[in-house]
């Protein structure tokens, strides 16, 4: 099994440039999440999915959208990239049923110039 | 701001000497989980404390729970040099309809061989 897979692990935009960070997970999870982290800042939450066709928003979604395509995929989109969002960006699923573990895809290193 | 804060935020020992972190929080949980990040890496789950239990181990891991002070800690026994890394611990809430599970700033441990 694969897991958590994001795509890509690196990106450099410029200020005002919009992209799509994707994730994809194979393990049947109901809830799935973004982060970001920073420096100094752990992970903060960015938005969240219980289930499929539900999103919430969690600490700091400003700037950010998400779609939770079906089960398996949860795209955080940036729609006009701002240097503040320069981090490295986390997708991780976890069984919500169970209140089990999340796993965790192994992030996007973005920079926004 | 975030759920969780842990202390120290950084600790250095000697191999072979005990490690012990700390984690607050501020709302009431159902779990308590602990996750390791080596550098540049995605976070690893490490062990999940439910809010009934006051302690587990496992392993080289203990984890101990207190929800009337709302506070957890992390014993990692007999460190080793693979044990540097940071080290977070995770809530989720109580009601059902929370799902958020959101992470506290991080302790970054340092084994000195």
């Known amino acids: 099994n694969a897991g958590v897979t994001q795509t890509p692990k690196f990106q450099v935009l410029k200020t005002g440039q919009s992209m799509t960070l994707q994730c994809a997970q194979d393990m049947n999870h109901n809830s799935m999440y973004w982060y970001r982290q920073d420096p100094g800042m752990g992970l903060r939450l960015i938005y969240y999915s219980a289930s499929e066709g539900t999103t919430d928003k969690g600490e700091v979604p400003n700037g950010y959208n998400v779609s939770r395509l079906n089960k398996r995929e949860f795209s955080l989109r940036l729609e006009s990239a701002a240097p503040s969002q320069t981090s490295v960006y986390f997708c991780?699923?976890?069984?919500?049923?169970?209140?089990?573990?999340?796993?965790f895809g192994q992030g996007t290193r973005l920079t926004v110039v | 701001s975030q759920q969780g804060e842990e202390d120290p935020q950084a600790l250095s020992i000697q191999e072979g000497e005990n490690a012990t972190m700390n984690c607050s929080y501020k709302?009431?949980?159902?779990?308590l989980q602990w996750y390791r990040q080596n550098s540049g890496r995605g976070l690893v789950h490490l062990i999940l404390?439910?809010?009934?239990?006051r302690e587990k181990h496992s392993g080289r891991l203990r984890v101990t729970l207190d929800t009337s002070k709302k506070s957890s800690s992390l014993l990692i026994t007999a460190s080793r040099a693979a044990d540097t890394a940071s080290y977070f611990c995770a809530t989720d809430g109580r009601d059902f309809g929370n799902e958020k599970l959101t992470f506290g700033t991080g302790t970054r441990l340092t084994i000195i061989p």
């Open positions: 991780a699923s976890s069984d919500r049923g169970r209140k089990t573990e999340a796993f």
């Open positions: 404390i439910r809010s009934n239990e």
């Open positions: 709302t009431s949980i159902n779990n």
